[in-house]
């Protein structure tokens, strides 16, 4: 089938998340390996996205695909998540080893947001709290509590929500700022943090839950020793802590968890994306051995038909065999001196560049569209530039996001040298695009 039978038929009888359906002109891709998609007529993209972070160990690996067909041949694809199963146990176990601290005990859900869903129920139940905070620029995911939770305009067309959500400013500045430095604005911030905890009331309060690192709205790591701070304050108030890592963590950052650059541990852990590289649906949410003992003795008021679904289980246990046996995460920490250079030397030729950021390879390039440091695009919004230049991307055989002013630089863990340094060759190309705003 060619590609704009695969556009017609999709458009025609399937609907597109965030976007207006028939105003999309979307790209068909019938087959990927490696860091590359290819369309029905052969024409080669290179994955600087990971598939919205998702594709860690990069497309069709030989051994995961082998694995699924193990699956597949061992007749036990699914059993209700009443039941047990050997590859329940394992993966569990294999968890609990991979992840610090005492987070020994894992959910198993079909994806990220039904993990963070999750989350709050658990909180809820443990604490006898109802009301939970989070922070303007996150991301939790598009169901009910995912929504209420997500501080991103995403959320405005979800509204009204349910009760109980409070969102809080971030720590890092854009127009608003608590400090120039990591120290003032770890200080500061916390110090604005415990005023609103007092004002909303400690006692009502469950939990805080953050992306350890912010991931669509910018690639955004905290000030240094803000997540600590923020790990103390919560404790002295008995609030839980709960580190989203479904987009930043298994890998992303140069680190198997993005909580362990900061030196602060969650006491619950949602997980999905990379789990199983995406190849399957499948999320989980791990809590400390506290709240695990809480629901040895209580009951646990969730769950869904497809959890802890045993094909999903068994592709995770190949995908982290593949992600630690062929050294993944450790290449995305090499691979972030690459990145961060590239960026360095687009912003040093290109006067649409405003600023750059990377951990592993978890990276964006921010555009302004002035010398004195005007975002290129509004909050929300796009710039004819940066959409033509989106659509010269498409043409040189790139595929990426643009968040508003951000390019996004995510690609496969598994990416060489040579591959990454194709992908900023593009962008150095497509920036043009974007330098005659400034320069005009």
Not at 107 to 130: D, Q
Request: aromatic share 10%; glycine share 10%.
């Amino acid at each position: 089938m060619d590609s704009q039978t695969i556009v017609d038929q999709c458009k025609q009888y399937t609907m597109w998340s965030w976007s207006k359906s028939g105003a999309l002109n979307p790209l068909a891709f019938d087959r990927a390996e490696g860091v590359y998609l290819y369309t029905p007529e052969g024409k080669r993209f290179l994955d600087f996205n990971s598939q919205l972070m998702s594709v860690n160990i990069g497309h069709s690996h030989p051994k995961v695909l082998e694995a699924m067909k193990r699956a597949i041949d061992g007749h036990m694809l699914f059993a209700a998540p009443s039941a047990a199963t050997a590859v329940r146990g394992r993966l569990g176990k294999r968890l609990a080893e991979l992840v610090p601290g005492d987070i020994n005990t894992f959910f198993f859900t079909l994806g990220g947001a039904e993990a963070n869903e999750n989350a709050v129920k658990a909180a809820r139940l443990f604490t006898g709290r109802h009301k939970i905070l989070s922070r303007y620029r996150s991301y939790h995911g598009a169901t009910h509590a995912g929504m209420q939770m997500t501080g991103d305009p995403r959320r405005w067309a979800n509204e009204p929500g349910a009760p109980g959500f409070i969102r809080v400013m971030d720590p890092i500045p854009y127009d608003y700022s608590f400090g120039e430095t990591d120290e003032e604005r770890t200080r500061n911030h916390l110090r604005y943090l415990e005023e609103l905890i007092q004002y909303e009331g400690p006692h009502t309060i469950a939990a805080m839950i953050v992306e350890t690192v912010i991931g669509t709205n910018g690639i955004l790591p905290p000030p240094r020793g803000w997540l600590q701070g923020l790990r103390e304050l919560l404790d002295r108030h008995g609030i839980l802590l709960i580190c989203d890592e479904v987009m930043c963590g298994f890998g992303r950052t140069g680190k198997m968890f993005a909580f362990e650059h900061f030196g602060a541990q969650p006491d619950i852990l949602t997980m999905a994306k990379g789990l199983t590289s995406s190849y399957v649906p499948l999320g989980a949410m791990g809590v400390r051995d506290k709240i695990a003992a809480h629901f040895r003795d209580n009951v646990f008021w969730g769950g869904l038909t497809y959890n802890a679904h045993a094909f999903c289980l068994s592709v995770a246990e190949a995908v982290l065999d593949v992600m630690i046996g062929e050294g993944m995460v450790e290449n995305a920490a090499k691979m972030q001196d690459v990145m961060l250079a590239e960026m360095a030397a687009l912003k040093a030729r290109h006067p649409s560049v405003r600023t750059y950021r990377a951990l592993g390879l978890f990276g964006t390039i921010e555009l302004q569209k002035d010398r004195q440091g005007s975002r290129m695009a509004p909050y929300n919004g796009s710039h004819p530039a940066i959409d033509r230049m989106m659509g010269f991307f498409k043409q040189e055989g790139l595929f990426t996001i643009a968040q508003w002013w951000n390019i996004m630089c995510n690609p496969p863990l598994c990416i060489t040298e040579e591959q990454l340094r194709e992908g900023f060759a593009i962008i150095d190309r497509g920036l043009e695009i974007t330098d005659a705003v400034v320069e005009g």
